[in-house]
């Protein structure tokens, strides 16, 4: 199937339960979903790009539903792929649900931000520091940020009942990236495989309370 095939049917299924899609239009978005292949990091532009065997593709996917927001993705292998290929995805899946465990009351952000860093670099990946996590809820995008990695500030306190999305884009090769000439599609610098994967998670005491819950990988 094209990536622009699996839109279409991403963009049916959020029509068919009465939901919006909120990408679509977003900052002139054209499409429902990202979907980005390869070293796509993220905001590929569905297209009649086939899909192949070893491929691997990420799908992120924003909806408003009853004036809310959420927003998820998760990265998909394409029939065989290799095997540095699968622990991408195995340790940026692994680092989104350590960055759910940190996402506590009473915690900072730098939290979040400091478990996934640690689990991907422990791996010996490279987190994305030019974008980030960030709220979501009210808008597509709200404060605070939410970066992959530990930066001089900690960021604001986790406080009950705050709702983020927790985004970890992680890199085979280099962590730097740069934006193709759509404007849009961010890839890796080195041409190296990016995977992704994304929560919108409500801040409880006992860490984050996954709001996206069914968008998911059986990727142990």
């Known amino acids: 199937m094209t990536t622009r095939d699996i839109n279409r049917e991403v963009e049916g299924v959020i029509l068919a339960h009465g939901g919006q899609p909120s990408f679509k239009g977003f900052n002139g978005f054209p499409a429902a979903s990202c979907v980005s292949v390869n070293d796509e990091v993220v905001h590929g532009i569905p297209s009649s790009r086939?899909?192949?065997?070893?491929?691997?593709?990420?799908?992120?996917?924003?909806?408003?539903?009853?004036?809310?927001?959420?927003?998820?993705?998760?990265?998909?292998?394409?029939?065989?792929?290799?095997?540095?290929?699968?622990?991408?995805?195995?340790?940026?899946?692994?680092?989104?649900?350590?960055?759910?465990?940190?996402?506590?009351?009473?915690?900072?952000?730098?939290?979040?931000?400091r478990a996934v860093q640690d689990m991907v670099e422990m791996a010996g990946f490279h987190v994305v520091r030019d974008l980030v996590g960030h709220g979501v809820g009210h808008h597509v995008h709200e404060e605070p940020q939410v970066p992959n990695f530990v930066g001089p500030f900690r960021g604001r306190r986790l406080m009950e009942g705050?709702?983020?999305?927790?985004?970890?884009?992680?890199?085979?090769?280099?962590?730097?990236?740069?934006?193709?000439?759509?404007?849009?599609?961010?890839?890796?610098?080195?041409?190296?495989?990016?995977?992704?994967?994304?929560?919108?998670?409500?801040?409880?005491?006992?860490?984050?309370?996954?709001?996206?819950?069914?968008?998911?990988?059986?990727?142990?």
């Open 50 to 113: 086939t899909l192949r065997d070893g491929d691997i593709v990420a799908i992120d996917v924003g909806v408003r539903y009853r004036g809310l927001y959420s927003d998820a993705a998760l990265s998909l292998p394409v029939g065989e792929i290799s095997p540095e290929a699968m622990e991408l995805l195995r340790v940026t899946k692994r680092a989104l649900y350590e960055g759910i465990e940190a996402a506590r009351a009473g915690n900072w952000v730098r939290s979040i931000s």
């Open 162 to 220: 705050m709702v983020v999305a927790i985004e970890p884009m992680v890199n085979a090769g280099t962590g730097k990236v740069k934006t193709l000439r759509d404007g849009w599609t961010v890839v890796t610098a080195d041409g190296g495989l990016s995977a992704h994967f994304e929560h919108t998670v409500a801040v409880t005491p006992h860490g984050g309370d996954i709001l996206t819950k069914g968008w998911d990988t059986a990727l142990p």
